[in-house]
């Protein structure tokens, strides 16, 4: 057995055996030294710091994060997780437009995460650690109003784009309505006079945001989706897209670009707990509220009408 432990190889030698599983780095450095043993001891005793296991699988570890980009450019097939920790690794012949569309249309149901077997003889003889089933788009809208009200104190409500008149016909509201918009109460748990002085100096007392909602986002539909939530926002204080899963190269990087120009921030979705999702990006607050938009919203969908009411009752009363 050759003693030169050759990670990429080795990397791309697991994950291709286990197409669509995902692991963790930490999880592929384990099998790579159990595995090949003697070629891992050989990095351990050339090295001039590693002094243990421990420390030979945070360097592995560590390597494998170093050539990431690297491999990935030389390896469509390899792809991974991005925006959320600690990032996942696997195999797909599928392009990234072909990912999208298997997650939007309901044919990908579940995500294996593997975990290779103590043994670890063969590629092969990775398991299945945990399968996740897939949800729709309408399963996660209840998800992120949960997490914005308990995390962020803003009171979400779905709008369904499906109760829009469509008056100007079937591209006349492209990209106008977002999934979800939210109701946040800056006067909440303030002194009743307070709240009475913030009233009559007529400051601020309310901020309203508006959320795109997506499965997948990778760089097949990046740009298109970002700015599908910049169109849709442009009425709400914060706008923000929102996705159970960021994946591929670069994604996050080009999301960010997007952000420095417009200001739409990003959020991680966990299907499985969504009081652990996570703001990756915070938006940018606009000051002043859009309200022709508002308006020109509330007359073409009965949700939005209805979120306007909400609004105004709050102006008039205080109450939520």
Same mark, same amino acid.
């Given at each position: 057995?050759?003693? @030169?432990?050759?990670?990429?190889?080795?990397?791309?030698?697991?994950?291709?055996?286990?197409?669509?599983?995902?692991? @963790?780095?930490?999880?592929?450095?384990?099998?790579?030294?159990?595995?090949?043993?003697?070629?891992?001891?050989?990095?351990?005793?050339? =090295?001039?710091?590693?002094?243990? *296991?421990? *420390?030979?699988?945070?360097?592995?570890? !560590?390597?494998?994060?170093?050539?990431?980009?690297?491999? *990935?450019?030389?390896?469509?097939?390899?792809? +991974?997780?991005?925006?959320?920790?600690?990032? /996942?690794?696997?195999?797909?012949?599928?392009?990234?437009?072909?990912?999208?569309?298997?997650?939007?249309? %309901?044919?990908?149901?579940?995500?294996?995460? %593997?975990?290779?077997?103590?043994?670890?003889?063969?590629?092969?003889?990775?398991?299945?650690? @945990? +399968?996740?089933?897939?949800?729709?788009?309408?399963?996660?809208?209840?998800?992120?109003?949960?997490?914005?009200?308990?995390?962020?104190?803003?009171?979400?409500?779905?709008?369904?784009?499906?109760? =829009?008149?469509?008056?100007?016909?079937?591209?006349?509201?492209?990209?106008?309505?977002?999934?979800?918009?939210?109701?946040?109460?800056?006067?909440?748990? /303030?002194?009743?006079?307070?709240?009475?002085?913030?009233?009559?100096?007529?400051?601020?007392?309310i901020r309203l945001w508006?959320?795109?909602?997506?499965? /997948?986002i990778n760089r097949s539909?990046?740009?298109?989706?970002?700015?599908?939530?910049? =169109?849709?926002?442009?009425? !709400?204080?914060? %706008?923000?897209?929102?996705?159970?899963?960021?994946?591929?190269?670069?994604? #996050?990087?080009?999301?960010?670009?997007?952000?420095?120009?417009?200001?739409?921030?990003?959020?991680?979705?966990?299907?499985?707990?969504? !009081?652990?999702?996570?703001?990756?990006?915070?938006?940018?607050?606009?000051?002043?509220?859009?309200?022709?938009?508002? =308006?020109?919203?509330?007359?073409?969908?009965?949700?939005? *009408?209805?979120? #306007?009411?909400?609004?105004?009752?709050?102006?008039?009363?205080?109450? #939520?």
């Amino acid at each position: 057995m050759s003693a @030169k432990l050759d990670l990429k190889r080795r990397v791309v030698e697991l994950l291709s055996a286990n197409p669509e599983k995902r692991f @963790k780095a930490r999880d592929v450095a384990i099998w790579v030294t159990e595995k090949y043993p003697e070629a891992a001891a050989a990095k351990m005793q050339k =090295s001039g710091f590693i002094e243990n *296991q421990a *420390q030979l699988l945070n360097q592995i570890v !560590a390597e494998i994060a170093s050539n990431r980009p690297q491999w *990935q450019k030389q390896l469509p097939q390899l792809r +991974t997780t991005d925006g959320v920790r600690p990032r /996942l690794f696997y195999w797909t012949e599928k392009s990234e437009a072909e990912e999208v569309a298997d997650v939007e249309s %309901g044919r990908d149901l579940f995500v294996e995460f %593997g975990k290779p077997t103590e043994e670890a003889a063969e590629p092969t003889a990775a398991v299945i650690e @945990k +399968t996740v089933a897939r949800r729709s788009e309408h399963d996660l809208y209840p998800m992120l109003i949960e997490f914005m009200e308990s995390e962020h104190n803003v009171r979400g409500q779905r709008i369904d784009e499906k109760k =829009s008149s469509n008056k100007y016909g079937s591209g006349g509201n492209k990209w106008l309505f977002p999934d979800v918009v939210g109701m946040e109460n800056l006067t909440d748990g /303030l002194h009743p006079e307070v709240v009475t002085a913030i009233r009559e100096s007529r400051d601020t007392r309310i901020r309203l945001w508006s959320f795109e909602v997506k499965l /997948l986002i990778n760089r097949s539909n990046a740009r298109e989706t970002y700015f599908q939530a910049v =169109s849709n926002s442009s009425w !709400a204080n914060f %706008g923000y897209l929102v996705a159970a899963n960021f994946e591929g190269a670069d994604t #996050m990087k080009e999301l960010r670009i997007l952000y420095a120009m417009h200001g739409i921030g990003l959020i991680r979705l966990d299907e499985e707990n969504p !009081a652990e999702s996570q703001v990756l990006v915070p938006a940018r607050e606009r000051p002043d509220l859009e309200w022709a938009m508002c =308006s020109r919203l509330a007359v073409e969908n009965k949700d939005f *009408q209805q979120f #306007m009411t909400k609004v105004r009752q709050f102006f008039q009363t205080g109450d #939520m």
